[in-house]
């Protein structure tokens, strides 16, 4: 059964710093690996998406790495803002109707 | 833009009532999804339907049913809603059938209370 873990539960930084969010699985069978940002109360956003033959994807201020063979990805965020406060999800594929997710990191940016 | 619309952002229901919560996608997408979202147990799948009147279980379809009439709209049905069913619901849709590479879309969430 695969099984996804995000590493810190909790983030809190100050503005302007880079920081990293990790995502480990346990089946690198996958098909893709999906990052999701989530505000307080509402549905999920769509930051990026790897698929399982790619090494990174990057988007603005984000970048996202895929390791398949060790089960990992990272979220890299430059220069954080406040606005980036959120809690942010990773979620692989690994069947077609199937999106299995991560318990989620808690980031918060101070001014 | 993808568009997933949720017909209610919040719901207050009594328990032993069928509820019903809808869920309509406006860019042809032939999968759609529902998952519930609970503090410490994440997001868990439901059901999901790769085509019209197609339905496949998820992790969790105890106490719950699914209807896919028309292509752009996915239904979430409790029969009888009970207090363990309060929790956030969130529907989601991808592009094509069979093929796993495609992002998942996701709509604003309905948050359902059961008393």
């Known amino acids: 059964k695969q099984e996804v873990t995000q590493i810190p539960a909790a983030l809190s930084v100050p503005e302007g710093e880079n920081l990293v969010l990790n995502c480990s699985f346990t089946d690198s069978a996958i098909y893709n690996l999906q990052w999701f940002r989530q505000d307080p109360g509402k549905g999920l956003t769509s930051l990026l998406l790897i698929q399982s033959s790619q090494r990174e994807q990057t988007s603005g201020r984000l970048n996202a790495s895929l390791d398949k063979s060790s089960g990992r990805s990272t979220l890299y965020i430059a220069a954080s803002q406040p606005g980036d406060s959120a809690t942010y999800l990773c979620a692989v594929r690994t069947s077609y109707g199937k999106l299995t997710f991560g318990q989620g990191t808690i980031l918060t940016v101070h001014p | 833009d993808v568009k997933v619309t949720q017909s209610s952002r919040y719901l207050v229901k009594r328990t032993g009532e069928k509820v019903f919560l809808e869920c309509v996608q406006d860019?042809?997408?032939?999968?759609m999804f529902w998952y519930r979202q609970d503090p410490g147990l994440g997001l868990r799948l439901i059901y999901f339907?790769?085509?019209?009147?197609?339905?496949e279980k998820g992790d969790i379809p105890e106490g719950y049913s699914v209807s896919r009439e028309k292509k752009e709209r996915f239904s979430l049905i409790l029969e009888s809603a009970s207090t363990n069913q309060t929790s956030m619901y969130l529907c989601?849709?991808?592009?094509?059938?069979?093929?796993?590479?495609?992002?998942?879309?996701f709509g604003p969430g309905t948050r359902l209370t059961v008393l």
């Open positions: 989601a849709s991808s592009l094509e059938r069979g093929l796993p590479y495609n992002e998942q879309f």
């Open positions: 860019m042809d997408h032939e999968n």
């Open positions: 339907s790769y085509d019209v009147k197609m339905k």
